[in-house]
């Protein structure tokens, strides 16, 4: 039963008008990025010119859809399969205490140096198709945004789901961006967590390290500043892989549900608005 609407405390100007305008607002900011920077030029002030979208290009394509899906499969996979730390988390306010697998760190490494021997040392990998296909990768990533979502909310219904306060008001448009359950699971899966940090932060690295291999194959070389911004970020990834466990005592893993706000920007804010700059170094 739903928290009474005149007495529940709504976040983000709920229950209606600010959810739908974040729901539709920032995927909308995510292709304006791309309108305002691109191939065909950048944004300008003065005087004011906007390039728009380059010639010819799609926003969807089934080969975008499938690398998006297959991205998923992989981290989803590497996660499962290779070794991690087993870590309790924070009790829940019903007495349990989930148990978490934490190896994002390995997972990371195994992806992210595998991806530079084949594409930089053997030569094998075009890396830089993900810069050629960043609009349809920035697609397929919302569409599974979405579905997520709708899985989610579907979900939260079951019999025995600990929901998460914020996110039960009643109202299902408010409910569905928020998130209803705190922790939904697959079996001992926990989907928040993985979320908030494998196939998000790991594809942002993965995009700026494409990005840099589309410049050295156009070069030869890749430059310093595309070099700093790939390390830095590197950096700051890792940084938050190797601290994993701290990420069980964020609000994000203790109150909040795990709604369209966690999901899309996990798996398409967070890859596809951080790596801006090194396309930008690209265009």
């Given at each position: 039963?739903?928290?009474?609407?005149?007495?529940?405390?709504?976040?983000f100007?709920?229950?209606?008008?600010?959810?739908?305008?974040?729901?539709?607002?920032?995927?909308?900011?995510?292709?304006?990025?791309v309108?305002?920077?691109?191939?065909?030029?950048?944004?300008?002030?003065?005087?004011?010119?906007?390039?728009?979208?380059?010639?010819?290009?799609?926003?969807?394509?089934?080969?975008?859809?499938?690398?998006?899906?297959g991205?998923?499969?992989?981290?989803?996979?590497?996660?499962?399969?290779?070794?991690?730390?087993?870590v309790?988390?924070?009790?829940?306010?019903?007495?349990?205490?989930?148990?978490?697998?934490?190896?994002?760190?390995?997972?990371?490494?195994?992806?992210?140096?595998?991806?530079?021997?084949?594409?930089?040392?053997?030569?094998v990998?075009?890396?830089?198709?993900?810069?050629?296909?960043?609009?349809?990768?920035?697609?397929?990533?919302?569409?599974?945004?979405?579905?997520?979502?709708?899985?989610?909310?579907?979900?939260?219904?079951?019999?025995?789901?600990?929901?998460?306060?914020?996110?039960?008001?009643?109202?299902?448009?408010?409910?569905?961006?928020?998130?209803?359950?705190?922790?939904?699971?697959?079996?001992?899966?926990?989907?928040?967590?993985?979320?908030?940090?494998?196939?998000g932060?790991?594809?942002?690295?993965?995009?700026?390290?494409?990005?840099?291999?589309?410049?050295?194959?156009?070069?030869?070389?890749?430059?310093?500043p595309?070099?700093?911004v790939?390390?830095?970020?590197?950096?700051?990834?890792a940084?938050?892989?190797?601290?994993?466990k701290?990420?069980?005592?964020?609000?994000?893993?203790?109150?909040?549900?795990?709604?369209?706000?966690?999901?899309?920007?996990?798996?398409?804010?967070?890859?596809?608005?951080?790596?801006?700059?090194?396309?930008?170094?690209?265009?």
């Open positions: 039963m739903g928290a009474k609407k005149d007495a529940f405390h709504y976040e100007e709920g229950p209606y008008m600010g959810p739908i305008g974040v729901i539709l607002g920032l995927p909308a900011v995510c292709y304006l990025l309108f305002a920077c691109n191939s065909s030029g950048c944004l300008t002030l003065q005087p004011l010119q906007v390039p728009g979208f380059p010639e010819g290009m799609e926003f969807v394509t089934l080969d975008g859809i499938a690398w998006s899906l991205w998923m499969a992989l981290m989803i996979g590497l996660h499962l399969v290779l070794p991690g730390q087993r309790k988390g924070v009790k829940l306010s019903n007495g349990g205490q989930l148990t978490y697998k934490l190896n994002g760190l390995l997972c990371m490494a195994v992806v992210y140096l595998g991806a530079v021997y084949l594409g930089f040392v053997a030569n990998l075009n890396l830089g198709w993900m810069y050629d296909n960043y609009v349809p990768l920035l697609t397929g990533s919302l569409i599974i945004s979405f579905a997520l979502s709708f899985y989610l909310y579907l979900s939260s219904v079951k019999k025995g789901a600990l929901l998460a306060p914020g996110g039960n008001s009643g109202v299902a448009v408010y409910d569905f961006f928020m998130g209803r359950e705190l922790n939904p699971r697959v079996g001992g899966f926990d989907l928040k967590e993985f979320c908030e940090l494998y196939p932060l790991v594809g942002w690295v993965m995009l700026n390290l494409g990005c840099a291999h589309k410049q050295f194959t156009a070069t030869g070389a890749v430059g310093v595309m070099l700093l790939n390390a830095f970020h590197l950096l700051y990834v940084d938050a892989m190797y601290n994993e701290s990420i069980l005592t964020t609000m994000d893993i203790t109150s909040d549900g795990f709604g369209y706000m966690l999901a899309f920007g996990d798996l398409t804010w967070v890859p596809f608005t951080y790596s801006l700059q090194a396309r930008v170094l690209v265009d």
